[in-house]
């Protein structure tokens, strides 16, 4: 089946410190991968996206590589900063009419100034 | 633009109630999905509606029923009220057929609680 893996949380880093938020997926077909953020009491907001191989998506300072002969969409960020704290999800898509979207179960990253 | 907006924000029931969630789709958007997050976790798929009609369903039984109206907004009803039901619940809008990088716009959740 369809499934996403991330890395397990919380990541805990100091202001300015260099970020990766691991991913791996397992899909039938060729999905499109999406990275979300959500913050405290809010809902789901897009951060970035890639739609087929070798696509790097970036947003914010954030970026992730679609690297499909690792099934791999990790997250990363050069130095990151207090108001990056969030629950950060990898989801895929795999059917393109209905848009269902599959999610890893989320990483929580916490930065300290 | 408004965005999803959801309703209502906070929601406490007793086991064996059943509650309506209500979810208004951004401006443009004629296509609604739901999605249950219990905590800690990622948000799993309920189902999606399109042109009034559900297109698909993720793996969730009966209880779990939806709606879509002609002016797109949807509603989420769940029958005899579980425990495990206590959740936040997402609705997301997006555009049909824009293929599988189509953004979905969240809304910020309702989050049931039942007692």
């Known amino acids: 089946g369809n499934s996403v893996t991330q890395m397990e949380g919380p990541v805990t880093l100091s202001e300015e410190a260099f970020l990766t938020i691991n991913c791996t997926y397992t899909?039938?077909?060729?999905?499109?991968l999406f990275w979300y953020v959500q913050y405290p009491g809010e809902g789901l907001q897009l951060l970035l996206k890639?739609?087929?191989?070798?696509d790097k998506g970036s947003n914010k300072g954030f970026e992730a590589t679609y690297r499909k002969e690792t099934t791999s969409f990790h997250l990363e960020k050069g130095s990151v900063q207090v108001s990056d704290s969030a629950v950060y999800f990898c989801?895929?898509?795999?059917?393109?009419?209905?848009?269902?979207?599959?999610f890893g179960q989320g990483t929580t990253l916490q930065v300290k100034p | 633009d408004a965005g999803v907006t959801q309703s209502p924000t906070h929601l406490i029931k007793t086991r064996g109630q059943q509650v309506t969630l209500r979810c208004s789709p951004k401006?443009?958007?004629?296509?609604v999905s739901w999605y249950q997050q219990a905590l800690g976790q990622g948000p799993q798929f309920i189902f999606q509606?399109?042109?009034?009609?559900?297109?698909q369903r993720g793996n969730f039984p009966d209880r779990f029923s939806g709606h879509q109206f002609p002016n797109y907004s949807s509603e989420l009803n769940v029958n005899a009220l579980l425990l495990g039901d206590s959740a936040l619940y997402l609705c997301?809008?997006?555009?049909?057929?824009?293929?599988?990088?189509?953004?979905?716009?969240f809304g910020q959740g309702t989050r049931l609680t039942v007692v």
């Open positions: 997301a809008s997006s555009l049909p057929g824009q293929g599988a990088g189509t953004e979905a716009f």
């Open positions: 899909a039938t077909g060729y999905p499109s």
């Open positions: 890639a739609t087929k191989a070798d």
């Open positions: 989801a895929l898509v795999v059917t393109s009419n209905t848009g269902k979207l599959i």
């Open positions: 401006s443009g958007h004629d296509t």
């Open positions: 509606y399109y042109e009034e009609e559900e297109r």
